[in-house]
T-cell receptor
Framework: DTGVSQDPRHKITKRGQNVTFRCDPI?????LYWYRQTLGQGPEFLTY????????KSRLLSNRFSAERPKGSFSTLEIQRTEQGDSAMYLC???????????????????FGPGTRLTVT | RKEVEQDPGPFNVPEGATVAFNCTYS??????FFWYRQDCRKEPKLLMS???SGNEDGRFTAQLNRASQYISLLIRDSKLSDSATYLC?????????????FGKGTKLSVIP
């Protein structure tokens, strides 16, 4: 399977615990995104990496949330001291984008992984 | 005002019907526009990009009006397999931004 993969697919945790999710993007993609989706809503942007650099972060990403992409390949999203309001589907997406010497170039389709469903009890 | 607003739905239509979805967006700096499809408990998948000139892919036609900040999707000859949630998506809040902003989605049920 050469698509975006996420692990685990489901996570149940107690309030106050820390959790970490992993995303493996499509291998040739240099951009990686994290989104969160709650029931009845569209996905909401959390953060975005180009290679190993974290270039955008949403206001939704509180200081309990941290994301890394240390080698520009896989990424991890950690939530510390989980709260019941963190229960959601966490989606990872990847895409390819080029950079010219003049400006950041166009991006291409973002491919989504199957998501990690987090339940905080 | 929400950044991307869609018809709330749900839309329940018979097979063979034509159905139209509408969407408005608030950020005039937005750069790219898409319709994504999401099946129940699955990840979103790109249905089609939307261009100012309008574009068609088989039974699906998308239109963009930048002046009105309005996006539409038309599905002709609906099939049972078209049943899904359709997400209006806008990319970019300005130069160098590639985040996608999603509407809440419109649920379509095609009935035999």
């Amino acid at each position: 399977d050469t698509g975006v993969s996420q692990d685990p697919r489901h996570k149940i945790t107690k309030r106050g615990q820390n959790v970490t999710f992993r995303c493996d993007p499509i291998s040739e993609h240099n951009r990686l995104y994290w989104y969160r989706q709650t029931l009845g809503q569209g996905p909401e942007f959390l953060t975005y990496f180009q290679n190993e650099a974290q270039l955008e972060k949403s206001r939704l990403l509180s200081n309990r949330f941290s994301a890394e992409r240390p080698k520009g390949s896989f990424s991890t999203l950690e939530i510390q001291r989980t709260e019941q309001g963190d229960s959601a589907m966490y989606l990872c997406a990847s895409s390819f984008g080029y950079i010219s010497s003049i400006s950041v170039g166009d991006s291409y389709e973002q491919y989504f992984g199957p998501g990690t469903r987090l339940t905080v009890t | 005002r929400k950044e991307v607003e869609q018809d709330p739905g749900p839309f329940n239509v018979p097979e063979g019907a034509t159905v139209a979805f509408n969407c408005t967006y608030s950020n005039s700096a937005s750069q790219s526009f898409f319709w994504y499809r999401q099946d129940c408990r699955k990840e979103p998948k790109l249905l089609m990009s939307v261009y100012s000139s309008g574009n068609e892919d088989g039974r699906f036609t998308a239109q963009l009006n930048r002046a009105s900040q309005y996006i539409s999707l038309l599905i002709r000859d609906s099939k049972l397999s078209d049943s899904a949630t359709y997400l209006c998506v806008v990319e970019g809040t300005g130069a160098g931004s590639y985040q996608l902003t999603f509407g809440k989605g419109t649920k379509l049920s095609v009935i035999p």
